[in-house]
């Protein structure tokens, strides 16, 4: 075990050691074009990839943060948190960032309250700061000190409770017994006792043999080794040369026996963790578990339709216009279509329409197209488009209480230009002219109405921001000038006074309105959706407006619409709505299934608020009903001045309110409070924030155990759950992403963490056709693969992103390989033990010691470990990933004790009864043939009655029948433990439904053990002969009945086992009901059911 401890300790050690050789070796030797792929700095950015803008060589790349350094000079764009600790430069140099802060630019937009006319700013540019703490060195120090406290595992807890119950029971009783008897037995003078020396010391010492951990130890690490060789091969192609494959395992197998594995077999090992895993959690959603951009899901738009199609809904319409505007209209109605992933592509994220015949809104829908194909097709507009979004990010974080969600460019809609039939030349006529942005501020704050108790679950879901991104383009053939804008939706349809239907504009009505609005606001709970308007300009617009942003009122009035600045946005033609979902990997929802199917519980902690990570967690198939979440958020948040102190801002507002919306705020108050008392009657009783999970635990039920589903998480929250989970006996292993620096936390809480390589985002300037996967990687690798290895440092493996469906693999194999060890072990024990009983039984019957030292030592060290092991070559079985493990318990339930003790008595109890009978019936011969003058003297009551002065010397002259004797009860025990191995070979079958011959190692081993022990024992009755006995025996000698009694007894031995295997079978089978019962049942002590 010392060097089991060793391995352990140096192995984190040693790969940081190959950590700093990669590094070095690639310092020394950088390939001439390493920065190349690091140069777009447009890429989409995920949460899953951990990138900063950093200056190298001169250049601004797109770097892995875990490759910063200390002095690198990183630009910090708006609204980003900064990755590491950071202080500015020149002007800013006063400024101090700690990690995941967000630095607010001092020249912030002017407030429309200090105008009277809203005017436009300049776009705030990316702030240049230095590094003064390195990210890598924390990981590094973070693993150096951490590595070593992950839970023990469930094999090695198993050991040590066994271990210890032997020390403190068997061990020290048997010693006690053993000594008192021979004691009383030397004394006494009692038949057939030896020699002091051989009764005080010889025979105490052979009946703890099989007790003490002579082999054990090595025993144990050799198996533990072959087990991790076992799973390690599954995630390498297997030769199909049978050399090949021994080759492959002696190389893998000597690897981690020395410690050069790449995988950390020892520090969080996959056989012992992956074998007894009951939860599977996940922290990366975009690239992990979703592909890298959200996909186009649906589409609304205005098309015409027939008169007989919604004419009463048309008629009630054209009723609400205002008697003005009220002009017949052709029969226009809001269509809906629907795109889903290509299911002819299940690993590819092209998207088709549902309806077969949505070219019949080919006109509708061109104008849409036409549209995004401007806006992400190019790669100058869409460096526009991001800094716009940067900034309107910035303001909807800084500006907004609560803050409202940050504005993304729609990356995802790269292929809808081309489902709807626009080529990547389709853009070339148009020029980029100008952009701007605009922002509307809520008037009144989510949270900051007076009187106003908002709902939980819908005052912590953060609303989009009001925005508006309008480009202009010039037709080079036309010399026409264009304005798109695209947006969220009110902000979009303020700007808005008609709609295109497909052939001519109409007049949007409140109705209109209303239903568009609604549209966006259920797309946007539980994903991305952006509205996109036209306007043609007749006059050259106004260059000072060019890369601006402005505020914009609350809503546009005729005033507002002289202004220069806000003209341009005015009067502006509805195309329509494009929603987007973040959409399940299918391989990843198939592992996910598999994991259900083997009663492993799926958690996925979302740092998202509740209804989007709902969506998303029954894209995948999670349960997310009632009482199947738990938002980690604490209620208790840090005091943040801004809600503290009241600015003049917000105090000139609430004067200008004025008693209206006071008015307002108590009728909404009171329509709040009924909602909130049904959805209170309704909500589940699980705590919220990570503070009340523990008392909840302790005094309500175990439901936060068995949720898939965690929201608002952070990295400390998501620790802290899985500390929670470990002191529950749950066995957790983390899957994440191996390009996050973030995840380094979590990775060292676990009992073993696996990253994945995340799918790299598809940048859309880049062509619509190119996968994440079929990306470049000639050079790129070398940076990803460095950065994987800082951020993976804590994973056991690190597996690439074609690789997912290794995990089921690896799962199968530990668990199989786990149960072999486990009945590898259990099979030896239960053998030791007979060995220890044997005797103490023999001495109580007054017998000579029944087995020699060398023979218990052959039996104990050399031939039961060889019948043990060889039950780990059963072939594997498909049934072992439908039975559920059990927890990580630190102590051995006293009923499987019981049990264990049971069994094993009527197992081992009647087999060593007919050894000792085989033995007396042995010496009994032996006895005959000495006093064959006397046989009276040999008589079974005799030999109890008799002083040692009459009965036979068998530790001086009459050795040699001693030694027969025990050579000859050596062989049955090894006999009958090869006979008992026969049930144990398949535990899960009887011996009719699966034949024990197919395990080939045991078979090997049934025919070589009795031919080595006959062999030994026959060498050894040569070598060490001693002529000196007045009486020699032979194995003639030996009486018939013995033989007969001990071959007969087989036959019921292997009725007794099955039968006993036969009623565990059934109890194993009733307690996996009762835990897959568990592992299902999701409701709580509040259930309604």
């Known amino acids: 075990m010392a060097a ?70 990183i630009s910090l764009r708006p609204g980003s948190e900064a990755p590491t600790e950071l202080r500015g430069i020149q002007e800013e140099e006063h400024v101090v960032l700690s990690r995941s802060d967000v630095f607010s630019h001092v020249s912030s937009p002017p407030s429309r309250l200090d105008q009277e006319r809203s005017r436009p700013h300049r776009l705030l540019q990316p702030q240049l700061f230095r590094v003064t703490r390195t990210p890598a060195l924390e990981v590094v120090q973070r693993c150096l000190e951490l590595s070593q406290h992950r839970p023990v595992s469930v094999l090695d807890n198993e050991r040590f409770t066994v271990q210890t119950l032997l020390e403190r029971g068997p061990a020290l009783l048997t010693l006690v017994v053993l000594l008192v008897m021979n004691m009383l037995r030397y004394v006494l003078g009692a038949p057939g006792v030896g020699p002091w020396h051989v009764t005080l010391l010889q025979l105490p010492v052979n009946g703890i043999l099989p007790l003490l951990p002579l082999t054990f ?42 410690g050069r594995s790449s995988a950390l077999c020892h520090t969080a090992s996959l056989l012992h963790n992956l074998g007894s895993v009951t939860v599977l959690c996940c922290v990366d959603k975009q690239g992990i578990l979703s592909w890298p951009s959200p996909n186009p899901e649906k589409i609304l738009f205005f098309s015409k339709t027939l008169p007989s199609e919604g004419a009463n809904q048309k008629q009630k319409d054209r009723e609400n216009m205002n008697d003005e505007s009220a002009k017949p209209r052709p029969f226009c109605g809001l269509e809906t279509l629907s795109l889903s992933l290509d299911r002819a592509h299940f690993d590819d994220t092209r998207v088709q329409f549902d309806d077969m015949r949505w070219e019949r809104h080919a006109r ?52 809808l230009p081309k489902i709807l039939g626009f080529s990547p030349l389709a853009r070339e006529p148009f020029q980029q002219r100008m952009s701007v942005a605009a922002y509307t501020l809520p ?81 946007c709970m539980a994903g991305q959706c952006v509205a996109v308007s036209f306007k043609p300009l007749l006059q050259p617009h106004d260059p000072d407006i060019d890369g601006t942003c402005v505020e914009l009122p609350a809503s546009l009035s005729d005033e507002d619409a002289e202004d220069v600045f806000l003209s341009p946005l005015k009067q502006q033609v509805f195309l329509g709505l494009v929603s987007s979902q973040y959409q399940a990997r299918p391989d990843m929802v198939r592992l996910i299934s598999g994991l259900d199917s083997a009663c492993i519980r799926f958690v996925y902690f979302s740092n998202e608020e509740e209804v989007r990570s709902k969506v998303f967690a029954e894209k995948m198939g999670l349960e997310t009903g009632w009482n199947c979440h738990i938002s980690l958020q604490s209620e208790c948040f840090p005091l943040d001045p801004e809600n503290i102190h009241i600015t003049e801002r917000e105090e000139e507002e609430s004067h200008l309110i004025g008693e209206c919306v006071r008015e307002e705020a108590e009728s909404r108050l009171m329509e709040h409070e009924s909602a909130c008392l049904i959805e209170d009657l309704n909500r589940a009783k699980l705590p919220k924030g990570i503070e009340n999970v523990r008392p909840h635990l302790e005094n309500i039920d175990n439901v936060p155990l068995l949720v898939p589903l965690f929201t608002d998480c952070t990295s400390q929250t998501e620790c802290e759950m899985v500390c929670i989970m470990q002191e529950y006996g749950e066995v957790v292993c983390c899957l994440g992403s191996s390009q996050n620096i973030n995840n380094n936390a979590i990775f060292l809480q676990s009992d073993i963490s696996i990253a994945l390589e995340p799918l790299a985002p598809m940048c859309c300037p880049s062509g619509n056709d190119i996968h994440p996967r079929t990306r470049s990687e000639s050079s790129a690798v070398s940076l990803s693969r460095l950065s994987g290895a800082i951020c993976g440092l804590a994973c056991t493996v690190q597996l690439h992103r074609q690789d997912n ?56 060290c050399c031939y039961y470990p060889m019948l043990s092991v060889s039950l780990l070559g059963k072939p594997s079985d498909s049934s072992i990933m439908k039975v559920p493990t059990g927890k990580n318990l630190r102590f051995l339930p006293k009923k499987t004790l019981r049990y ?33 003058e006397d046989g009276k003297l040999c008589h079974p009551t005799a030999l109890l009655m008799n002083s040692s002065a009459w009965s036979p010397d068998w530790y001086g002259k009459h050795s040699d029948g001693l030694s027969l004797g025990q050579k000859v009860i050596a062989l049955l025990s090894l006999v009958y433990a090869m006979c008992t191995s026969v049930s144990h070979v398949h535990r899960s079958a009887p011996l009719w439904k699966q034949n024990p011959l197919s395990n080939h190692s045991w078979c090997a081993v049934i025919c070589t053990l009795p031919i080595l022990s006959v062999s030994i024992a026959t060498g050894s009755r040569l070598l060490w002969h001693d002529p000196t006995p007045h009486r020699i025996f032979y194995i003639s ?14 036959l019921p031995l292997v009725f007794i086992n099955e039968g006993i295997k036969l009623h565990e079978i059934r109890m194993r089978v009733r307690y996996q009901k009762r835990q897959k019962l568990q592992f299902d049942t999701k409701l709580g002590m509040n259930s309604p059911f």
């Open 4 to 73: 089991l401890q060793q391995l352990k300790m140096a192995e984190m050690p040693r790969r940081v050691e190959t950590l700093l050789k990669t590094l070095r070796d690639f310092l020394l030797h950088p390939p001439s074009d390493w920065l190349k792929d690091m140069e777009d700095l447009f890429v989409p950015s995920l949460p899953a990839v951990s990138l900063q803008w950093t200056y190298r060589d001169g250049r601004l790349v797109n770097l892995p943060v875990s490759l910063l350094v200390e002095g690198d000079i």
């Open 900 to 932: 264990f003790v049971l069994c094993y008595s009527v197992k081992f109890g009647l087999t060593v009864c007919v050894y000792l009978t085989c033995f007396g019936l042995l010496l009994h011969a032996f006895c005959l043939n000495i006093n064959h």
């Open 1037 to 1050: 000698d030996v009486p018939p009945v013995t033989w007969l009694l001990g071959i007969l007894w087989l």
């Open 443 to 523: 008037t009144i704050p989510c949270s900051g109405e007076p009187g106003v108790i908002a709902p939980p679950s819908v005052s912590m879901r953060r609303l989009p921001f009001s925005h508006l991104i309008a480009l202009l383009v010039h037709h080079a053939h036309t010399g026409d000038f264009q304005l798109f804008s695209y947006g969220s939706a009110d902000a979009v349809l303020s700007a808005c006074s008609e709609f295109w239907n497909g052939e001519d504009l109409q007049m949007l009505t409140d109705s209109d309105r209303k239903k568009v609005v609604d549209f966006y606001q259920r797309s």
């Open 217 to 258: 130890p090595l025993l144990w690490l050799l198996v533990g080794i072959y087990g991790e060789v076992r799973v390690l091969l599954q995630m390498d192609p297997q030769p199909k040369a049978l050399w090949e494959v021994w080759k492959l395992m002696c190389g893998t197998f000597f690897s981690v026996l020395f």
């Open 364 to 415: 509708s829908l061109h104008p849409l197209g036409l549209a995004i194909q401007l806006l992400l097709g190019d790669a100058a507009m869409a460096t526009r488009v991001l800094r716009l979004s940067d900034h309107l990010s910035h303001a909807a974080l800084l500006r907004t209480r609560p803050p409202c969600q940050p504005v993304r460019p729609p990356w995802g809609l790269c292929q």
């Open 805 to 860: 469906n290794l995990v089921i693999s690896l799962i199968r194999q530990a668990r199989h390989t786990t149960a072999g060890i486990r009945k590898c072990f259990l099979f030896l024990l239960q053998c030791q033990l007979s060995l220890v009983l044997i005797q103490i039984l023999a001495f109580m019957c007054q017998l000579p010691p029944p087995l020699a030292t060398s023979d218990v030592l052959l039996l104990s």
